[in-house]
């Protein structure tokens, strides 16, 4: 049987405890459908007996403290809500046993969503890869640049340190878990008892493109500035380097390291997120509307398109238009 601590850090949300804890242990009451033993022991794990979240709104009462716990499987951080930098600090008091479980004794560490702000302030995510909520993405960066931040999939898989992108794309990881340790068949039950598409593998659908700004380069972010006020226009790497009168290498190189993309790639996400806000109104056809990005190639669009979302100009519009 594996243990599960479901950590109750500062600031988490009540939602991602309460899931977390309602999908482990729904496992063992499949296993006992099928007269087999329970797979996991789940409990809530704290500094304390009783621990207030949500400013005192909650309060969650854990079955053990950390200091009860000499040894555990799987440790699961719930999803962080409100400021990441106050998060990291209070709940620095678990990372010691955070860190000890999983060095010393192999324990499994389950991130959910942006809880990987405090993960990866105790160095378990030094050098490796992690998914981050598309709109925390840039923060996260900025804090923790050593750190390979991916945002082309939901979940990611560390030896033994697991993370997720997305808000209640948690229950993706959680299900991910579940067939890791017990099985597909097993996951695809509860993702049919909890009606939890299985097969999300992507926040791309669901991202809104918002450029990093935050770097401090004034002709970079004058340049970003003159792309997204000018969504409909055809313009050239050339032509914006001669608007702000500075050498192409050097702007391109400047632009990719500020902004994480080319100048190309930055002017294709500008144009997809203006196309995206006129499929969702679905007032003009989807021609109309990749003729007003400036593409005169309706199929580039689309390869774009789909690329950046995952989903055509159509299949995006029946999915979030109204």
Not at 3 to 25: C, M, N, R
Not at 108 to 122: D, K, Q, R
Not at 260 to 270: A, F, I, K, L
Request: glycine residues 6%; aromatic residues 10%; charged residues 25%.
């Amino acid at each position: 049987m594996k243990h599960v601590s479901i950590l109750p850090l500062y600031d988490a949300t009540l939602t991602s405890i309460d899931s977390s804890h309602q999908l482990f242990s729904r496992v063992n009451d499949f296993m006992r459908y099928q007269q087999k033993p329970s797979f996991y022991d789940v409990e809530i794990v704290a500094l304390a007996k009783n621990t207030k979240l949500g400013n005192g709104l909650y309060q969650v009462s854990a079955n053990k403290t950390i200091h009860d716990v000499t040894k555990t499987d799987i440790i699961v951080l719930p999803l962080l809500c409100g400021d990441f930098k106050k998060a990291i600090e209070v709940n620095q008091k678990y990372t010691s046993w955070i860190t000890t479980q999983h060095k010393h004794n192999h324990a499994e560490i389950v991130c959910l969503c942006v809880g990987s702000f405090y993960l990866a302030s105790t160095g378990l995510l030094d050098n490796k890869k992690c998914a981050v909520h598309w709109a925390a993405r840039n923060e996260f960066q900025e804090m923790f640049p050593h750190i390979h931040v991916v945002d082309d999939t939901i979940i990611t898989d560390e030896n033994g340190i697991y993370t997720c992108g997305g808000g209640y794309s948690y229950l993706n990881l959680l299900l991910y878990i579940i067939e890791k340790h017990a099985g597909r068949d097993l996951a695809i039950l509860a993702s049919k008892m909890f009606e939890i598409d299985i097969e999300r593998k992507s926040q791309n659908p669901f991202m809104i493109f918002i450029g990093q700004k935050r770097h401090g380069d004034e002709v970079v972010l004058k340049a970003q500035e003159f792309m997204e006020n000018h969504p409909t226009e055809t313009f050239t790497v050339e032509a914006i380097c001669n608007k702000l009168g500075v050498g192409r290498r050097t702007f391109e190189r400047r632009f990719r390291k500020c902004t994480g993309n080319s100048v190309q790639e930055y002017v294709q996400r500008v144009k997809v997120e203006f196309a995206k806000k006129h499929l969702e109104a679905g007032h003009k056809t989807v021609n109309e509307i990749i003729y007003e990005t400036g593409y005169s190639d309706i199929d580039a669009f689309r390869k774009v398109f789909k690329k950046l979302t995952d989903l055509s100009p159509v299949d995006y519009r029946r999915k979030y238009s109204a």
